[in-house]
């Protein structure tokens, strides 16, 4: 029975064939081709020819793989073997047909080469998205550091020159410098974030803060807000709101500037009302809700969901500036801590922008021990040394001009790294402190912060040093810890965030 099964199913893929010594087949069993005895094996197919000459070749195996062959309607893929034995002893023809076999093999090979062509296809398009993508990024992060030099001039200079006994026209005209010149500042700020949140690396930063403080300093630039536009301003903060929580401060303060700017921009009159209150606070987490209402131009029902998107804006009245990125910002933001922006808007009668933000509350949290950074702390009677390491005219120039004003400190202006190393050790006094820009041309604030903490002298490598930077990212601050800078001033900085953080360090 079995055999049967076996005539039946087993298909016959082997050919045997005895040849003599010139090719001409003297037995075979015709399995695949026939009827090929008495026939030379030349005339079966071409490729047997390449065979005769090693007929004579003694007790050899010689073997061909994936050999097509043709012969009476039998097209085969198969490899073919030669036994060959001594001098008396005929030669063996072994016909193995895998056609099925060279066929699967060929199908999975061109699969694979398509698949593999396919992948490397995309993977150019791949890198040549991500090259663009972070040109345009690197591209951005460059152009608004350069920007950065010239703007803490204006700025710094506006500060100088408004000092400096002007009639009011001139203040008039000192005040619309000023104030382009805080726009620019803050629109710099949002086109980094930007670039950031494109290649995800815009991160919070949750420390424990102060919740009242902020709101109370909102409130203030509200109130001022209000005063210049001729606007009411109502406010309402709930008695239970805990003092310290933990959360990301600078990026909430940015989101509820956003949000209450754009309600002072969109109102002409009426009202601007800014609410916090309490909803929970369970698991060591504060849920707070903030509003901000107003009474202003309103938004259109099919313009709500557009307003979030980058550089969007749907009132086209050139009266309003702006570059259409706050609320998109905003909405990164908040999305951050898992929540959302909620719209509520009649066109022609008002908005109002609302969220919920969990934030960490625990009786425990408590504010880092901060030095209390005031330019009273510095001593009146003392002169301190400071040494500058910058290669901007305009940022010595500024440092300089802020400095000399005091009249309490000696600045030393350098930017070499052997420079540096041989003012600090060379220096009859001490220095105070250093101020270091961390974009010099030929090296990085950060590798000469290195050297100086290297120093072989105490008094050397322990001087506080400040980076004067614009690149203030996680990872940034992590780079310029590491290379044991002490703190950090941004820039573009004003006369008194330079002072304060220097107060902060000096003795
Ligand atoms: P910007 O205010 O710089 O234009 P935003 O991203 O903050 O950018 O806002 C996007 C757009 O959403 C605004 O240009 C405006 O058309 C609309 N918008 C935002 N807030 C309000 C508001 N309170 N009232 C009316 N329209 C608003």
Known sequence: MLQAYKEKHAKAVIQYSIIDFNGIVLESDNVLFSPIETKNIADVHPFFESLIPLLTVENETFTFSCIHLEYNNCKITSDVILQTFNSKKSPLLIIHDLTTHYNNYQTTAQVRNESVIHSQILELKNDY???????????????????????????????????????????????????????????????????????????????????????????????????????????????????????????????????????FKFTNEGSVTFNVSLNQIRAQKASIHFEVIDTGIGIK??????????????????????????????????????????????????????????????????????????????????????????????????????????????????????????????????????????????????????????????????IPIIALTAKVFKEDLKRYKKAGINDVIKKPFNEASLLEKMAMYLK
């Open 301 to 462: 029902e099919e313009d709500v969901d557009r307003i979030f998107n980058s550089f969007t804006q749907v009132n086209n009245e050139d009266s309003y500036k702006g570059a259409g990125l706050g609320l998109s910002i905003s909405k990164y933001l908040v999305e951050l801590t898992k929540s959302k922006i909620t719209v509520d808007s009649t066109y022609g009668e008002g908005s109002k922008f609302s969220t919920n933000i969990n934030f960490r509350a625990t009786p425990s949290l408590k504010l880092p021990r901060q030095k209390p950074a005031s330019f009273s702390n510095i001593k009146k009677d003392k002169k301190y040394n400071i040494l500058l390491v910058e290669d901007s005219e305009i940022t010595q120039l500024s440092v300089l001009k802020i400095l000399a004003s005091k009249g309490q400190f000696f600045l030393d202006i350098v930017f070499t790294p052997e420079d540096v190393i041989s003012k600090i050790t060379n220096f009859d006094n001490e220095f105070d402190l250093v101020l270091m820009d961390i974009k010099l041309k030929e090296n990085s604030g950060d590798e000469i912060a290195q050297l100086i903490r290297k120093l072989p002298e105490k008094q050397h490598r322990r």
């Open 129 to 263: 998205l991500k090259e663009k993508e972070e040109f345009k990024n690197a591209f951005i992060a460059n152009f608004s550091h350069e920007l950065r030099d010239p703007l803490t001039g204006i700025i710094t200079f506006s500060d100088i020159l408004e000092q400096s006994g002007l009639n009011h026209q001139q203040l008039d005209y000192l005040n619309v410098l000023k104030s382009s010149s805080s726009f620019l500042k803050d629109m710099i700020d949002d086109i980094l974030d930007l670039s950031k949140i494109e290649v995800g690396k815009l991160d919070l930063v949750i420390d424990p803060f102060n919740l009242h403080a902020l709101l109370d300093d909102l409130k203030l630039n509200c109130i001022v807000k209000a005063k210049q536009k001729g606007l009411t301003f109502h406010y309402n903060f709930d008695e239970k709101l805990p003092k310290i929580v933990g959360g990301d401060a600078l990026r909430l303060r940015q989101v509820l500037t956003n949000l209450i700017n754009n309600a």
